[in-house]
């Protein structure tokens, strides 16, 4: 059974999306389990799949029997191990958090709303956990239209908002794929450690180079790197609620992990940072990126929105780190990687929470939100405590290496930038807490006593929702065990 | 001088951490105060178990988890430590009869919040106490800003807004854009954060200017020691109701802010380093311009509460100018300092807030004849006040001895012309309260018949601090040898 883990994490999900789809039709309240089910099972094997390749290196698994390069492999070593796990176990939280507002908001499409979740979830970890540059790009491309088709359920601007999204999405798939074409003509291969073994005889050609840049501006648009990002904002936010705590943590942190993967494993460190000499130009464009978003974060009115320029905030954290080539600001971009998923979907977790009992949520709609529903308010104060950097949450911890990453490759701008932005997300979310806790004057009769009762969401989106809370607290104090136990041995020996 | 590992710390620690569901739980007021106290105890309990051994040489470690290859989360507790622990939770439990009495007395809302977030801000001031680096004391810095938010924006006004915001924008600002940052280069040139003797930053190579900078950036980004011109938060943090800024504008915040620039100072510089690079006297300017411009704002200022603070920010200098004379008669002193400082502005603070509570009023211009109405407060006011322009018999007279003393070991006259000065100041501002309320007469149109005092939980309260300061002149063994602990600690004599 062990061996086919790698197998099950693809297939379990892709069989229960139909399932679950045809489910729909015929008795549309056994959706719900029957996805818990294969998600829980997913959850299972990814989990095991880590532990397995913590305790005996990395795992190959030839899918079907066939050999590399001819058939598809899928690879698992901590890094993908790491996003697996991580991606499995937030959509298995987000699958029991969302059943309430899904039932209520949209009653009569259970079946293809699960199911095309169900999909996306395959997508991206076939994407996370393939070996083959190609079969990479068709699991892309199931994941991105998925959420194109997710996005557009939501309120009058949605749909809009998913068709720029399409475009975007579609040209950033688009760059991918010319980038995969040049490197099979180049190679004639498509499996990864192929292609980097290939690769290294023709670091001088200009076409490699060429495949290089294109597949990276490819990924970048897929991950809403600056200035690459304008189809995020309006995405997610006319996104339903329940919705948005799926895609918002999950596609652009896998897509960060594609860029770490193509740049290690396929191109290797020595070409993509040192032959091509771009990294500090990129490290300055994610400085670009952080500043930027943070700025622009600080224009919003309304609390989903602000988030969604925070993803872009982390995205630019992220790729800046990872582009300072160095051995600290990889780990930190790393971490970052696994922190952020669990960041970004405990404020989604919040914010789903929030609209869940709120007309909306901006600014003053959240007005005496404290004492209303004061377990998701705390579960938000959570977040913004990593977001910000306050240990010992785990943002902290991811922020601490890739400063110290800045500060080792003397690149002062991104170490400012970091500094900045934390300051500024300390600024967003105070603003947030401020509209929350203290009340409208009118209601200020007796020294600011709120006469608001209790509205708490429901049980089943509480509880998930502080769990998530705890395990931002949780991962920090775990940090010095994941640094060395998973995020080292991803890195390559090379990077010093 | 042996390290032992014991759960001690991490449990004082977490004593008051672990009653807040109790208190979110608690049916009534009676049972929630019942569990604040009972809290306390424990935690007194748990700092005195760990005194006599502390005394005895040992230092109790914990490490909770290792973050980072050479800086952990871990605790531990030597003399400075287990000195401002011991100050801490101690008053911790005079507040807290303090707090029940005025926030009764007021009918303040949300008392439940008010109890979690104290209990909060205590189990971060000891968690700074007790760090063994510069790490944990940074986590449980950042905590303690957070938790006392909630309690400075108590009433939700407007007013309590701005403060907040003041409040947040200094301290945090502070501390993530200078001391992170300045954390990080030690890190990076040290290897380590760990707080040792001589200072981890000896062996590092930095430049003259370099170290010049990131004492700086220490200085002023640790914004709780209210360094000027980094004090602006601590006056407008006196929306607070009073017990909040009893203890925690005079006693923890605000020591926490110095005892980490000690703690930095002795640990991480290293004082032979400050001496050799000419740093102390960086250090000294700092804290004698605050000290006198503190001083000087005192006078100008009517509202009581805001008078006190600004007493305070000049106080709190002394203990930095202590650390800085790097004399081991001066670090004593700043250690006393803490303590005796403590002691009494805490009763000046209950003070305040128990005129507030019986009459209303908060400015000294409206004080007039109030002696004669509550003459037990008043009468603790004037021994505060006395103890805090180090008078004899009281105890801030031991910590400026001391603070006189190093000077003149170090022969440096200036910063003993500027403790002198500021003495003489301290006495301008305050005497004119007790002149005003004993011997002013009691204004037209009010009556003059003599107040039921405030609560007799407050009066009490107020009484045992004031009658504090009058003991540890008297009886200062255990704070004299704590503080010669450290020194020995930091001088490794």
Redesign the interface.
């Known amino acids: 059974m062990t061996e086919h883990l790698p197998a099950l994490i693809v297939v379990v999900p892709l069989l229960s999306a139909f399932l679950v789809f045809a489910l729909g039709w015929v008795k549309r309240e056994l959706c719900f389990p029957v996805g818990l089910c294969g998600l829980g099972v997913v959850a299972w094997a990814c989990v095991g799949l880590l532990v397995q390749v913590l305790e005996s290196g990395p795992v190959t698994y030839k899918l079907g029997g066939w050999e590399a390069p001819w058939g598809i492999v899928y690879v698992v070593d901590t890094l993908n191990g790491m996003v697996l796990a991580a991606v499995s176990l937030s959509a298995f939280i987000q699958w029991v958090w969302s059943a309430p507002s899904l039932l209520r908001q949209f009653p009569d499409r259970l079946g293809a709303l699960y199911g095309l979740q169900m999909l996306f979830v395959t997508g991206l970890l076939g994407i996370t956990v393939t070996g083959d540059a190609f079969n990479l790009y068709v699991l892309l491309e199931i994941a991105s239209i998925t959420a194109y088709a997710l996005i557009a359920m939501g309120e009058e601007r949605a749909a809009l908002s998913s068709l720029n999204y399409v475009f975007m999405g579609t040209v950033g798939a688009c760059f991918y794929l010319l980038g995969v074409g040049y490197l099979y003509i180049m190679t004639g291969t498509l499996n990864m450690a192929d292609l980097a073994r290939l690769l290294t005889g023709l670091h001088g050609s200009r076409a490699i180079q060429v495949a290089f840049l294109i597949t990276m501006v490819g990924l970048w648009l897929k991950m809403a790197f600056f200035p690459l990002h304008g189809w995020l904002p309006n995405a997610y936010t006319h996104a339903p609620a329940a919705l948005s705590g799926l895609i918002a943590p999950l596609m652009t942190k896998v897509m960060v992990y594609v860029m770490i993967r193509i740049d290690l494993h396929v191109f290797g460190p020595s070409y993509s940072f040192e032959k091509l000499g771009l990294d500090r130009a990129v490290v300055w464009l994610a400085v670009l990126a952080v500043v930027m978003s943070s700025v622009l974060a600080l224009a919003q009115r309304d609390l989903k929105r602000m988030l969604t320029y925070v993803i872009l905030m982390e995205v630019g954290y992220m790729v800046g780190g990872f582009w300072l080539g160095n051995r600290s600001g990889m780990t930190g971009a790393v971490l970052h990687l696994l922190n952020d998923v669990f960041m970004t979907l405990c404020a989604f977790l919040a914010v789903g929470n929030l609209l869940y009992r709120l007309q909306g949520c901006s600014f003053p709609e959240l007005r005496g939100a404290f004492s209303k529903m004061p377990f998701t308010m705390g579960g938000l104060v959570a977040t913004a405590?990593s977001i910000?950097?306050?240990?010992?949450t785990c943002g902290f911890?991811s922020k601490?290496y890739l400063?110290?990453g800045a500060?080792?490759a003397e690149h002062y701008g991104f170490?400012a930038a970091l500094?900045f932005s934390?300051?500024v997300s300390?600024v967003l979310f105070?603003r947030v807490f401020?509209w929350a806790?203290?009340?409208s004057q009118h209601e200020?009769a007796?020294?600011?006593?709120?006469g608001s009762s209790l509205q708490e969401a429901p049980a089943q989106m509480v509880v998930p929702l502080l769990l998530v809370a705890a395990g931002l607290i949780a991962l920090?104090?775990?940090?010095?065990?994941i640094?060395s136990r998973i995020v080292e041995p991803a890195i390559p020996m090379a990077v010093s | 001088m042996t390290d032992v590992n014991s759960m001690l710390p991490l449990l004082a620690v977490a004593a008051s951490l672990g009653v807040v569901p109790m208190l979110l739980s608690a049916r009534s007021p009676d049972v929630r105060e019942g569990w604040t106290l009972a809290a306390g105890l424990a935690k007194l309990a748990l700092v005195l178990g760990m005194l006599p051994r502390v005394l005895g040489g040992e230092k109790l470690c914990f490490q909770?988890?290792?973050?980072?290859?050479g800086a952990?989360?871990a605790f531990r507790v030597d003399g400075m430590g287990i000195l401002f622990g011991l100050v801490s939770s101690s008053l911790w439990i005079l507040t807290s009869l303090y707090s029940i009495g005025y926030m009764r007395g007021l009918g303040?809302?949300?008392q439940t919040r008010y109890y979690c977030y104290f209990a909060l801000a205590l189990s971060s001031t000891l968690g700074v106490a007790f760090s063994a680096n510069l790490?944990t004391l940074?986590?449980f810095y950042?905590?303690l800003s957070?938790a006392t938010y909630?309690l400075v924006?108590h009433?939700?006004?407007?007013e309590?807004?701005s403060a907040?915001?003041r409040y947040?924008l200094y301290i945090?600002?502070g501390s993530?854009?200078l001391v992170?940052?300045a954390m990080?280069?030690c890190?990076?040139k040290a290897h380590t954060l760990e707080f040792s003797p001589g200072g981890i930053l000896g062996a590092s190579g930095l430049s003259g200017a370099q170290l010049f900078v990131l004492l700086l950036m220490f200085l002023f980004g640790f914004a709780k020691a209210a360094i000027m011109p980094l004090h602006g938060w601590l006056p407008a943090a006196m929306v607070a109701p009073t017990p909040v800024s009893a203890l925690l504008h005079a006693v923890a915040v605000v020591k926490v802010g110095v005892f980490s620039i000690l703690r930095v100072l002795t640990g991480v510089f290293g004082l032979d380093l400050l001496g050799s690079s000419g740093l102390d006297s960086l250090v000294l300017s700092l804290a004698a311009v605050t000290m006198v411009a503190a001083s000087l704002g005192a006078l100008c200022q009517d509202g009581l509460k805001r008078m006190l603070a600004y007493s305070t920010v000049g106080q709190l200098s002394y203990i930095v100018l202590g650390g800085a004379l790097l004399s081991p008669e001066g670090l004593q002193g700043a250690l006393a300092h803490l303590a005796t400082h403590a002691l009494g502005k805490i009763s000046l603070f209950f003070c305040a807030g128990a005129i507030y509570v019986a009459t209303g009023k908060q400015r000294i211009s409206q004080l007039n004849g109030i002696g004669r109405r509550m003459p037990l407060t008043m009468g603790a006011f004037l021994v505060a006040s006395l103890s805090i322009m180090g008078v004899p018999p009281l105890a801030g007279f031991l910590s400026k001895w001391y603070l006189a003393l190093g000077c003149v070991a170090t022969d440096q006259m200036l910063p003993l012309g500027v403790l002198l000065l500021s003495s003489l100041l301290n006495a301008a501002y305050l005497m004119p309260v007790v002149y005003r309320a004993f011997f002013l007469p009691v204004p037209d149109g009010e009556p003059t018949e003599r107040l039921p005092e405030a609560s007799s939980l407050c009066t009490w309260s107020l009484l045992v601090t004031a009658m504090g300061c009058v003991l540890l002149f008297f009886f200062p063994g255990t704070l004299m040898e704590l503080s010669s602990l450290a020194i020995r600690n930091v001088w490794g004599g």
Do not use: C
């Open positions: 405590l910000v950097g306050v240990p010992p911890f601490w400063l110290l500060l080792e170490l500094i934390s300051l300390m105070f401020e806790f203290f009340s200020n007796e020294k600011g006593h709120t920090g104090l775990f940090s010095g065990e640094v | 909770v988890a290792e973050v980072f290859p952990a989360i303040e809302h949300s790490l940074y986590l950042e905590l957070f909630p924006t009433h939700q006004d407007p309590a807004r907040g915001r947040l945090v600002g993530v854009g992170l940052p990080l280069l890190y990076e």
